[in-house]
């Protein structure tokens, strides 16, 4: 059985780790394109003179407009090209750092989290958008960043609903990687090596990726509630610096070499229900493992663990926390069939899928969610 295991080549994490940036870029050379909003620019500009006049290099500011799209990810490679720097910087949110592994192709790329929202920093996809913040595709590319590097003091001065929504996310990593694993399916980091002629399709998780996804949920359930204490009041714990690693590496190595399974698409089903339009990737995954987990009734036991904790960091465990006051079947059928359409990750779980069981599903867990409500 061919299985695979997909890595960032550097992983850093630490309190004012951002004034090394520097020495990274240093490895490559003396210049580095930096992808990033305007906005984050301003929040570490001081770190990043700092680092820039200490090792001697220079950033070149790209103007991120904000949209991972085609027209936006080649004008900052031109923007490279003409600048002739050395490598790619994306700092900031999902969104700069996807950009920035478009622009980079996978080669001398340096990601700079300034949040702990998801776990996209370590891995080798993007995904790209049209103009309109609609869907487009996504990319692979040849290998992982070469560079992680998070400064956890930056991480604890933005908003805790980011903390908290990358525990969202970082929540639905054991149990997909779970059924993932029972069903032997394959995973992202079979990609895009699984596709070239002459290897052989598709490869499955690693019992490390697995180890990795179960230490996401061991963490969260430890310190989850004291890392959300921490960011609240703006400092760097052990707590808070375990529940960023979990957020970030844990989660990012799990689901990448570990597997999605229906917590993810069911989350994609939910761009059906406009109410959820404007809540965080990860407050949708929160919602959407209950609703995997209802699929599969799991033991009342870990279903309890799940809602406890969510509860216990204010992550959303009913649709009405998300927007959507009230649910019919036919608005939950709509969200099921964009959940399953045959190339979405639910059919990563170990039994056939039918769309009206998931529908089923996601109705069941708001109720579940309703009575958790009642009685606390």
């Known amino acids: 059985m061919r299985k695979a295991l997909i890595l960032p080549t550097k992983y850093v994490q630490g309190e004012d780790e951002l004034l090394n ?57 031109a923007v490279a090209t003409e600048k002739q720097t050395d490598c790619i910087i994306g700092l900031g949110g999902g969104k700069a750092i996807d950009a920035s592994k478009v622009v980079a192709e996978g080669e001398h790329l340096i990601i700079v989290p300034t949040i702990a929202a998801q776990d996209a920093p370590t891995s080798h996809s993007a995904v790209l958008y049209h103009a309109d913040g609609s869907f487009d595709d996504y990319a692979y590319f040849k290998q992982s960043p070469s ?6 003091k930056v991480i604890a001065k933005a908003p805790t609903r980011f903390l908290v929504a990358g525990m969202g996310d970082a929540l639905s990593t054991y149990f997909e990687a779970r059924a993932t694993h029972h069903s032997y399916s394959r995973v992202n980091a079979s990609l895009p090596m699984g596709t070239r002629e002459g290897v052989t399709p598709p ?21 989850g509630l004291r890392a959300k204490i921490a960011c609240d009041a703006n400092v760097v714990t052990e707590a808070l610096n375990k529940i960023v690693e979990t957020n970030i590496l844990l989660s990012g190595l799990g689901f990448e070499s570990g597997g999605l399974a229906a917590a993810h698409a069911i989350h994609n089903g939910m761009t059906a229900l406009h109410g959820a339009h404007s809540y965080l990737h990860g407050e949708k995954v929160a919602f959407a493992t209950i609703a995997q987990l209802v699929l599969e009734n799991a033991d009342q036991s870990e279903l309890e663990e799940v809602l406890d904790f969510c509860y216990s960091v204010n992550l959303p465990i009913t649709l009405a926390e998300l927007g959507v006051e ?39 867990a708001d109720k579940i969610g309703q009575e958790y409500h009642s009685k606390h």
């Open 203 to 223: 490869a499955v998780g690693t019992y490390a990726a697995l180890a990795l996804a179960k230490l996401c949920w061991d963490h969260l359930r430890e310190d």
């Open 326 to 364: 009230n649910i019919t079947f036919e608005e939950a059928m709509e969200v099921a069939k964009i959940a399953c359409i045959p190339e979405e990750s639910i059919h990563s779980m170990p039994f056939p899928i039918v769309v009206e069981d998931v529908a089923n599903a996601i109705i069941v």
């Open 147 to 152: 560079v992680v590097l998070v400064d956890t």
């Open 21 to 77: 940036l520097g020495y990274f870029v240093s490895t490559f050379g003396k210049s580095a394109l930096l992808i990033a909003s305007q906005e984050d620019v301003e929040r570490v500009r001081p770190q990043l003179e700092a680092t820039a006049e200490k090792f001697d290099v220079s950033f070149i500011e790209g103007g991120f407009n904000g949209e991972v799209t085609r027209e936006e990810t080649k004008r900052l490679q």
